[in-house]
T-cell receptor, first 110, second 112 residues
Framework: TQLLEQSPQFLSIQEGENLTVYCNSS?????LQWYRQEPGEGPVLLVT?????EVKKLKRLTFQFGDARKDSSLHITAAQPGDTGLYLC??????????FGTGTRLTVIP | DAGITQSPRYKITETGRQVTLMCHQT?????MFWYRQDLGHGLRLIYY???????DKGEVPDGYVVSRSKTENFPLTLESATRSQTSVYFC???????????FGPGTRLTVL
């Protein structure tokens, strides 16, 4: 089993604050994905990072893949209430082996 | 409706009963997946299918059976439900060669 640890598990912040969520593993992944899941719905893909050290930006969200392809981070600038949700990272090791982290539940208070 | 749908959305059953969860997608994606989501474990792969009549085990297949007679459907059967199978089940699909996986809305299953 490829263990993906996410931290923190829960995060509650005020609107306008910045935050970083971490995804760590001892395994090397060929790619890593970040998903966002809202209550009562399935996860929705936000981004895929493939190359060690890669940085991708999606509006106020910045995703980074670690140099060794074992970890990743998600940074949100000026968080909005609409950012509230469960953020999941998922690492891929083979054609169909996608292992999910346990998630970070983010609440942004207006 | 276009997309990926699951039914039922909620199900309560008793230990020992057989339960089938349905998944239907309209994109003709060749790949389909079943995951379960539990607190403290995240999403774990139960079974997946690369095409009609081709299925393979994932991380936690015990106690589950799948079939894929048609590309668009991928039912998941619990032959004799146990309390440990209480969970939220998600179906997903993707096209070959692409990384984007689309998830259904989930089925919340409670086994009493």
């Amino acid at each position: 089993t490829q263990l993906l640890e996410q931290s923190p598990q829960f995060l509650s912040i005020q609107e306008g604050e910045n935050l970083t969520v971490y995804c760590n593993s001892s395994s090397v992944f060929s790619s890593l994905q970040w998903y966002r899941q809202e209550p009562g719905e399935g996860p929705v893909l936000l981004v895929t990072v493939v190359t060690g050290g890669e940085v991708k930006k999606l509006k106020r969200l910045t995703f980074q893949f670690g140099d060794a392809r074992k970890d990743s981070s998600l940074h949100i600038t000026a968080a909005q209430p609409g950012d509230t949700g469960l953020y999941l990272c998922a690492g891929k090791t083979g054609a169909n082996n996608l292992f999910f982290g346990t998630g970070t539940r983010l609440t942004v208070i207006p | 409706d276009a997309g990926i749908t699951q039914s039922p959305r909620y199900k309560i059953t008793e230990t020992g009963r057989q339960v089938t969860l349905m998944c239907h997608q309209t994109w003709s994606h060749s790949y389909m997946f079943w995951y379960r989501q539990d607190l403290g474990h995240g999403l774990r792969l139960i079974y997946y299918s690369a095409a009609a009549d081709i299925t393979d085990k994932g991380e936690v297949p015990d106690g589950y059976v799948v079939s894929r007679s048609k590309t668009e459907n991928f039912p998941l059967t619990l032959e004799s439900a146990t309390r440990s199978q209480t969970s939220v089940y998600f179906c997903a699909s993707r096209a070959p060669g692409l990384r984007t996986k689309f998830f259904g809305p989930g089925t919340r299953l409670t086994v009493l």
